[in-house]
């Protein structure tokens, strides 16, 4: 079996963990191996080593940065996973396996990048490697969640946003705004990630607007390699996907009727 | 389905009811997909074998909702046998995975006694190292757990099997039942080649904070280092009663869990929810395995099987 | 054995068939001694009872050798029934811990169903709140064991036992069983006040080092968290086939733990193991199901019991 | 209840960590109300709260400082527990549950200290104790095990060394030494702790001159506490004694015949 690797296990040294907001914080480690395979759009599985979690858990992949040898997550404090993942300091070691699941199309032209809470956290890598070419359309409930704008500046062309009330950008979701976004700018995809209730909204808008749209969908995961099933999900044509392994980003159409 | 034995390996190797196993360590049904999933972190053909996913006749859907969940020190799964079925199996999945070298064991699941032997007689085909028969899979409502629970039906799974192959026939028992001796004894006297053992403990739990069962099958099958105590206490009960070779798992996440089978009277082990993990934990627990013969000054691993002392 | 209920506890106070509990916290049999072992952590009063030390007729010198060993979240343990026997108790024990002013539930167990009967009996008087049938104690070789896994069996230790005391009857059911329903059904019918589920699941070690059990018994009783699955599954299994009052057990360690319980249908639960991790935790227990019981605006234990919702 | 609790189960402070020889270190502790309630003999169950150990261990106490409201103990790392334990740094918490059982009897008027190995530990806070009353006679494999020398100096009057390999002290096992020390000085007591062949023969030689002798036993622990019984022994007059409780520190004669 002399065939290159597509994934990798490895452990990894943690080179800095840094609080951006409330419970939500990001992690750089240095994984060259993991850095020069992945895809904007693909995650990882961590292996938490404190005794108390036996699976690992899947976090997206915020940047990978290939000379340097380092990739980046974003991730909030939700159970004790990612509690533990939160301890961990410079110089410590996580076992990451990755990078796993397919990517978001990086061929379109001008693509549209909608995202809400964690799920802006893939997307950035997205618009990291569309070199500029992307918008983002970001959501949340007040200005101080839309943190994310510093992150994506620099990466995307134009950056809008909506809170639930409306202390920045537009008063609404992301669905609000859409809309306005497609009739005006000549975008060739959606790209979307974010609370599955979203992104249906945001597929059913492309698709009325006649713009393809990817969607990243989440699953628990088991093995994260296709094997175990966990993260079987149904497709529109009656089919058995796994998220792990067909996913985690898909065709809008292939999984939202 | 024959390669090279390498130099390492030679004390690992073994034979388990005419299989061949380059290394006494196998991959539990469920979690290691059909191992192509795993072929970049582990050499397959090292492995004493790749017991596959559940099998049934017609393909299935399995379970709806969250299918796993985390316990402490363990997990619990309803996936529901989701497969797609034997048909595909046989024209789609062995001839992909025969590149691999390695023994692959089907495990399958029927319905009624009559799909257990139209399954054993359909994968009796090369390819096939054996056949392990899930009467114990806790996930399905219609059949699979009856099997598993009484002695009588889980012989007539067995003979039925038996009548239509050549392969060798594993009976995988389930830890839920009252004497796991009688039933061994059932299916050893049935004609099984082999017993694996255990399958998962069944177990539930409910989210406290939206009053519902987690797991979209109510229940589900408990696995991981938990269940070990009761699966090493299980095989050493049933190897004091059997004759046939005992392939033994439930928990087994390093070496050392794996010698502690192999002294209760497991002739191999097979490892399950710890790939999940770490996918290269059966090449370490190989390594551990030689390392402790080693050290012990042992040339096989059947100088160890069943060799727990009792005062 | 009347108390000052604290105004804070008015929520947790609850009432099982006859037995009023300040709080539906007790502590499991052979965890927690007499009780006032923990009297420095713990108020004992607030306890719902206090499940004493497995009693027999003569005194019992358990078993020799190493008599618990840690598993993965969990722990194994073979006493061995160890305890100066039912005179002492009465003579002896019972005096001393009367001060405490809380539920003392005996826990029996007996070599013959008579032997049941005759405990039972003897145990009739003051100071006694209930008594609580073993019939599931793995550890012991003569008996034990046979009236926990045969429902006949359990049926007629339950009716000898109720013929012989007007306190209420607990049966306390081993999880070692392939059909926890059926056994629970038969002591329902034959009489039991309340269930109590559930004992220790039966396990092995091997020491790798060394090639021989851990245990001085060989096997022993699994316990703790690992075990907190099953327990939850047949707490629930066990609360939809009968209508008397359960009290859980297996693994709780804290209150989200205890609320799976009462979730599943136990009216009150029951902590063992995780008492020596930390002997405040029933305390903690209390505390935390107060607080649930707040923010989810019910009044009362009962609001929760059985609750959980399936689709 | 309001009478005086015995024990307390207490979160403490992490003072310091110290390694002292290969694989034995020095935790000391802030636990006011431990230090307060111990003696001489008694232990302590430590909570190692790493995810992996449900049980606590159970270790001596080497000394106690009642004005500092400090706790030292002294382990050997020999498995996951005492792994755990060693990796504890300065700041961290720890739970003690103490002080557990029956210490050794100060009311000796020349004592004779008798230990091996991690046995040495409890028997240093008897030394101190004993405010230089007490002699103390130990025993090693090589000189290098006896590091104990510097840690029972000034606490005691005279220091008696044996090793196996004659590298300090005199050759052979404390049990070489033992008559002559008995035969030559005024001792009302031999207190013992170390493995239990080494107190078994201490106990007879003891017995032979006519000194009362206390061994300190240990068994495995669950609670502690005297509930569980996991920690039975039988005494030479057939009953079952807890070593937590009833011990670990017994007259010689009731658990040795
Ligand atoms: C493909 C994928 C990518 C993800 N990327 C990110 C990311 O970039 N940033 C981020 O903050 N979160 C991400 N998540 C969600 C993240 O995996 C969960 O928040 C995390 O697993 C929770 O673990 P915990 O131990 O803290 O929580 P606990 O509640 O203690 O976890 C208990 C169990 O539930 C499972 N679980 C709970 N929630 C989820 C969930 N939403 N998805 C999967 N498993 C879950 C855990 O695996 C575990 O078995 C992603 C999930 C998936 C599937
Ligand atoms: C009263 C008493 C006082 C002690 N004082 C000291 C001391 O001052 N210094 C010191 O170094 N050691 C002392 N010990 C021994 C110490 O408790 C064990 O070395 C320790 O528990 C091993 O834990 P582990 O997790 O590292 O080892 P593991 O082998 O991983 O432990 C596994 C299990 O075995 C139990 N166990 C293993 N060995 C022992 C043992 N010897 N005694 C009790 N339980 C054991 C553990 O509690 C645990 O349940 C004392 C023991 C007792 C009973
Ligand atoms: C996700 C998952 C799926 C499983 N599917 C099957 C199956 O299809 N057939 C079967 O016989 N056992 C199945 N099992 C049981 C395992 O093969 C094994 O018996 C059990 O998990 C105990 O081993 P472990 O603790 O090492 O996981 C499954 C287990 C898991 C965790
Ligand atoms: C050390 C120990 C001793 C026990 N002794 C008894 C006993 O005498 N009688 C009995 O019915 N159950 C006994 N049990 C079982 C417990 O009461 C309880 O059912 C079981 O431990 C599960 O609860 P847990 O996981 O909270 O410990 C014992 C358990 C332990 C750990
Ligand atoms: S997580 Fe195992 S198949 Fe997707
Ligand atoms: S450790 Fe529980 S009685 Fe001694």
Request: charged share 20%; proline share 4%.
């Amino acid at each position: 079996m002399a065939l290159p690797k597509k994934k990798v296990a490895i452990d990894a040294k943690v080179i800095s963990q840094q609080a951006l907001y409330d419970h939500v914080f990001k992690l750089v480690v240095e994984a060259p191996e993991v850095a020069e395979r992945a895809e904007a759009g693909q995650f990882v599985q961590l292996r938490i080593l404190n005794g108390s979690c036996l699976l690992r858990r899947p976090v997206g992949i915020a940047a990978a940065d290939k000379d340097k040898g380092t990739v980046a997550f974003i991730y909030r404090v939700v159970g004790k996973g990612t509690t533990a993942l939160s301890q961990l300091k410079a110089g410590d070691t996580i076992n990451v396996l990755g990078p796993l699941g397919h990517g978001f199309d990086i061929k379109a032209k001008k693509p549209l990048i909608v995202g809400g809470g964690m799920g802006l956290s893939p997307v950035l890598f997205y618009a990291a490697a569309m070199e500029g070419k992307a918008d983002v359309l970001m959501g949340g409930k007040t200005a101080g969640e839309l943190f994310w704008q510093d992150l994506f500046t620099g990466k995307v062309q134009d950056i809008f946003c909506t809170t639930d009330d409306g202390s920045l950008g537009t008063k609404g979701f992301t669905t609000t705004l859409l809309p306005e976004l497609l009739a005006k700018k000549d975008y060739d995809l959606v790209v979307a990630c974010g609370p599955e209730i979203m992104m249906k909204g945001i597929a059913k808008i492309a698709k009325e607007h006649g713009v393809r749209c990817q969607v990243s969908l989440e699953k628990r995961m088991g093995c994260g390699l296709g094997a175990c099933l966990s993260c079987s999900i149904d497709t529109t044509d009656g089919q058995r996907k796994k998220v792990c392994k067909d996913g985690p980003v898909f065709e809008a159409g292939e999984v939202f009727a | 389905m024959s390669h090279v034995l390498q130099e390492k390996d030679q004390r690992l190797h073994t034979n388990i009811a005419g299989i061949s196993m380059n290394t006494p360590v196998l991959t539990a049904s469920g979690t290691f997909g059909f191992g192509e999933e795993f072929a970049d972190f582990v050499d397959l053909s090292r492995l004493g074998g790749v017991m596959v996913k559940g099998t049934t006749l017609k393909p299935r859907r399995g379970n709806d909702g969250v299918r796993i969940t985390e316990s402490p020190m363990g997990m619990m799964n309803c996936i529901g046998l989701e497969n797609p079925g034997v048909d595909v199996f046989l024209k789609e999945t062995l001839p992909r995975i025969e590149q691999y070298g390695m023994n692959t064991i089907v495990n399958i699941s029927g319905g009624t006694v009559e799909e257990y032997g139209i399954l054993a007689e359909m994968l009796d085909v090369p390819g096939v190292a054996a056949i392990e028969l899930n009467v114990s899979c806790p996930n399905v409502k219609e059949g699979g757990i009856v099997f598993g629970t009484d002695p009588k039906a889980a012989a007539a799974v067995v003979r039925e099997a038996k009548k239509h192959t050549k392969k060798p026939v594993i009976l995988k028992l389930s830890p839920n039942v009252t004497d796991i001796v009688t039933m061994a004894k059932a299916c050893e006297d049935a004609g099984a080649d082999i017993l694996s053992l255990i399958n998962t403990l069944m177990g539930m739990e409910i989210n406290i904070h939206t009053q519902r069962p987690t797991l979209g099958n109510i229940t589900g099958g408990l696995s991981g280092p938990c269940i070990k105590p009761v699966a090493v206490r299980m095989v050493w009960q049933v190897a004091q009663a059997v004759n046939v070779p005992i392939i033994g798992m439930g928990g087994i996440s390093s070496f050392e869990d794996a010698i502690e089978f192999f002294l209760a009277g497991a002739s191999a082990v097979a490892v399950g929810t710890a790939n999940f993990a770490d996918p290269n934990v059966t090449m370490k627990i190989c390594d551990g395995i030689d390392n402790y013969l080693a050290e012990h000054k042992l040339d096989s691993i059947e100088q160890l099987v069943g060799k727990v002392q009792i005062d």
